[in-house]
């Protein structure tokens, strides 16, 4: 059994406007396994946050930062938490 853990990913650079976070929405459920959202920030950044087994949350952290994401990712900045809960499939917000 995979461990489960919760990813929250802040993306900067061109990342709204372009279908972000449909894509990630898209890649999370490709993955398989994961939960939670995409969110548009006021201040330019889309906030991710992904819980399920970490193979997962981590293979959804790599296409974040290296992956063929529409737009431009200038960098991402995450952090590792324990799940939540509380999200019903992958949304887009």
Same mark, same amino acid.
């Given at each position: 059994?995979?461990?489960?853990? +919760?990813?929250?990913?802040?993306?900067?650079?061109?990342?709204?406007?372009?279908?972000?976070?449909?894509?990630? +929405?898209?890649?999370?459920?490709?993955?398989?396994?994961?939960?939670?959202?995409?969110?548009?920030?006021?201040?330019?950044?889309?906030?991710?946050?992904?819980?399920?087994?970490?193979?997962?949350?981590?293979?959804?952290?790599?296409?974040?930062?290296?992956?063929?994401?529409?737009?431009?990712?200038?960098?991402?900045?995450?952090?590792?938490?324990?799940? +939540?809960?509380?999200?019903?499939?992958?949304?887009? +917000?």
């Amino acid at each position: 059994m995979s461990e489960e853990v +919760r990813l929250v990913a802040w993306v900067r650079g061109h990342v709204q406007g372009v279908g972000f976070r449909w894509f990630t +929405r898209a890649r999370a459920l490709e993955i398989g396994g994961l939960r939670g959202f995409a969110l548009n920030l006021d201040d330019g950044r889309v906030q991710v946050v992904a819980e399920g087994p970490k193979e997962g949350c981590e293979q959804l952290l790599a296409w974040l930062k290296n992956g063929d994401t529409p737009g431009r990712v200038d960098g991402v900045t995450e952090i590792w938490d324990t799940p +939540r809960g509380g999200y019903d499939g992958f949304a887009i +917000r």
